[in-house]
């Protein structure tokens, strides 16, 4: 069937298959090779370039048989989204579903290490991306019969937490931190940021709030249960569990976690 470049507007609110993002780059490097051009008409712009080349892609017969729609977006940044044919989709899953080999009995464990975000802090696009490609992996290794254990890991006993402990003991009254350690859900992950860049400041320009923060750190990894400071990492660790847990749910991720 004939493929054309769809416009915009056709799929403003669904998400592409693909993205391709490579178009203003490449256009730089043929531009200074003096090569951008389609036909009898030199490419001036990212805009026509992008356009020139998805007008390429729309006459190759490979992709008149696996793209439903091509659609030029933010073109002057030259971004291509690729929409795939259903046919096309139903037909890798069913060759998946009829390859003997995904049926095969595996004894091999393969652990999958990601995400790992950080305590204290909101997740940033690094631990989203890993994220998704590890729970891509996940499901195809499961798919293909592989006992597949994902995993965060989270117990980082760095210098920052020592700091961030040091901070909240030396600047909260004890019934402030008696609400942090027997109910956690009344603090948000802003308020263990803010806490953060406080105790980092201080960390900075005081030298025995430093040292204290180094020796919060050695008492942590004594793992004394009972003591306030590794209540206290506990409540932390809450705090921020329950605010990515809130994003994996709706990915439909499990991640055991790990530390």
């Known amino acids: 069937s004939s493929l054309s470049l769809a416009p915009r507007s056709q799929f403003s609110k669904k998400q592409p298959h693909y ?12 531009k200074s090779m003096h090569l951008p051009v389609y036909g009898d008409h030199t490419l001036s712009s990212v805009t026509e370039f992008v356009n020139a080349w998805g007008e390429i892609i729309c006459q190759s017969k490979s992709a008149q048989e696996t793209i439903g729609a091509l659609q030029v977006n933010f073109p002057k940044q030259g971004f ?8 096309f989709v139903q037909y890798l899953l069913n060759t998946f579903e009829c390859d003997p080999r995904s049926k095969d009995s595996k004894s091999e464990t393969v652990l999958l290490d990601y995400a790992s975000p950080n305590i204290a802090k909101k997740l940033h696009v690094g631990h989203l991306r890993s994220t998704l490609i590890g729970n891509a992996l996940q499901r195809i ?3 293909r019969g592989y006992n597949v254990l994902s995993v965060n890991h989270v117990g980082d006993w760095g210098t920052q937490f020592g700091m961030l402990i040091a901070y909240i003991l030396k600047s909260h009254s004890s019934e402030q931190i008696e609400i942090l350690l027997n109910s956690p859900h009344h603090f948000k992950i802003e308020t263990l940021t803010k806490f953060y860049r406080a105790a980092k400041e201080r960390f900075d320009n005081d030298s025995e709030f430093a040292r204290e923060a180094k020796m919060m750190v050695v008492r942590l990894q004594m793992k004394d249960e009972v003591s306030v400071q590794y209540r206290l990492w506990n409540s932390i660790c809450e705090v921020s569990r329950r605010e990515y847990s809130q994003i994996f749910d709706l990915l439909d991720i499990r991640i055991k976690e790990m530390g």
């Open 19 to 30: 993205q391709c993002a490579i178009a203003m780059r490449l256009f730089k490097v043929l």
């Open 80 to 87: 291509l989204y690729i929409y795939l044919r259903t046919e």
């Open 141 to 143: 290794l499961t798919f």
